[in-house]
């Protein structure tokens, strides 16, 4: 089994869901990003989605191009991005590791070079926020060569043809979008997320994590209630990095109190 299933599989034994944080590989800067990487392990995440700093951000909200651009600010390249993943991946081998980035970071290397580097650093999953499926195949095509999982993001307005094509093709997980819109904690998930899962479900889609307006352990409890096999935050992550910028020792201790809250709510039951 790959990370993913594993890890599914022993969430399942434990009755509980995933939870899963977001944050910016290089933010504040490439020392600091590996220690809070570490930290959201250590404090409990199940799994890791990671971002790598673009300067067009066009899926996300204020909180996560901020965080893109105090990466940016450091002159953080995919390189160095990749070292942090790879270092990460030597400490915790079991840990799934996704990358969030966009379309330009991947065809600037070639396609099936950048899949080639990233599965050499240790990345389990990659996700292109500025490709729809329809425009995916070459994206797919890289990662079944690398054995890397492609992952589809679920839109709250997707049609049935869309449902079948990602239920056909999605590996590792399926994004989730609890609501229209970019990343942010301050508009909470407001989409039946029962009534979306449900029609993955039907499709055998991947296993559904829920992700954009996810920030409380009640949102967390929410997704898992409503079948989702966990959750991922972002915008509340980062938003703990950007409010303790001056002082790194609270800045982890905080990051650590919320993935244990956040964790904490994803028993089942």
Same mark, same amino acid.
């Given at each position: 089994?790959?990370?993913?299933?594993? *890890?599914? #599989?022993?969430?399942? =034994?434990?009755?509980?869901?995933?939870?899963?944080?977001?944050?910016?590989?290089?933010?504040?800067?490439?020392?600091?990003?590996?220690?809070?990487?570490?930290?959201?392990?250590?404090?409990?995440?199940?799994?890791?989605?990671?971002?790598?700093?673009?300067?067009?951000?066009?899926?996300?909200?204020?909180?996560?191009?901020?965080?893109?651009?105090?990466?940016?600010?450091? /002159?953080?390249?995919?390189?160095?991005?990749?070292?942090?993943?790879?270092?990460?991946?030597?400490?915790? !081998?079991?840990?799934?590791?996704?990358?969030?980035?966009?379309?330009?970071?991947?065809?600037?290397?070639?396609?099936?070079?950048?899949?080639?580097?990233?599965?050499?650093?240790?990345?389990?999953?990659?996700?292109?926020?500025?490709?729809?499926?329809?425009? @995916?195949? !070459?994206?797919?095509?890289?990662? =079944?060569?690398?054995?890397?999982?492609?992952?589809?993001?679920?839109? !709250?307005?997707?049609?049935? =043809?869309?449902?079948?094509?990602?239920?056909?093709?999605?590996?590792?997980?399926?994004?989730?979008?609890?609501?229209?819109?970019?990343?942010?904690?301050?508009? #909470?998930?407001?989409?039946?997320?029962?009534?979306?899962? =449900?029609?993955?479900?039907?499709?055998? #889609? @991947?296993? #559904?994590?829920?992700?954009?307006?996810?920030?409380? !352990?009640?949102?967390?409890?929410?997704?898992?209630?409503?079948?989702?096999?966990?959750?991922?935050?972002?915008?509340?992550?980062?938003?703990?990095?950007?409010?303790?910028?001056?002082?790194?020792?609270?800045?982890?201790?905080?990051?650590?109190?919320?993935?244990?809250? *956040? /964790?904490?709510?994803?028993?089942?039951?």
């Amino acid at each position: 089994m790959d990370r993913y299933a594993q *890890m599914f #599989a022993g969430l399942d =034994e434990k009755n509980q869901g995933a939870f899963v944080p977001f944050v910016m590989v290089g933010d504040p800067d490439l020392a600091q990003s590996e220690a809070i990487i570490c930290q959201l392990v250590e404090s409990g995440a199940d799994a890791l989605e990671l971002g790598i700093p673009y300067s067009d951000p066009i899926a996300d909200g204020p909180t996560i191009q901020a965080s893109a651009i105090r990466a940016l600010s450091n /002159k953080v390249t995919v390189a160095d991005c990749l070292g942090v993943i790879s270092r990460v991946r030597a400490k915790y !081998p079991n840990v799934p590791i996704g990358l969030l980035l966009y379309s330009n970071l991947v065809m600037a290397q070639g396609i099936e070079n950048f899949y080639d580097k990233a599965q050499k650093a240790g990345v389990d999953s990659i996700l292109v926020a500025d490709v729809p499926i329809r425009e @995916a195949a !070459p994206f797919q095509k890289a990662a =079944e060569a690398t054995g890397i999982s492609q992952i589809l993001i679920a839109p !709250p307005n997707a049609t049935d =043809e869309t449902m079948e094509k990602i239920g056909q093709y999605s590996k590792g997980y399926t994004y989730l979008l609890g609501r229209a819109g970019v990343t942010g904690a301050e508009t #909470a998930a407001n989409v039946p997320a029962s009534e979306l899962i =449900e029609r993955l479900n039907k499709h055998k #889609a @991947a296993p #559904a994590l829920l992700g954009f307006g996810i920030s409380t !352990p009640e949102q967390v409890k929410s997704a898992i209630d409503a079948g989702a096999a966990g959750a991922i935050s972002g915008s509340a992550t980062v938003n703990i990095i950007a409010a303790n910028l001056s002082d790194s020792h609270k800045m982890l201790s905080e990051l650590g109190s919320f993935v244990e809250n *956040m /964790k904490a709510a994803t028993a089942k039951g």
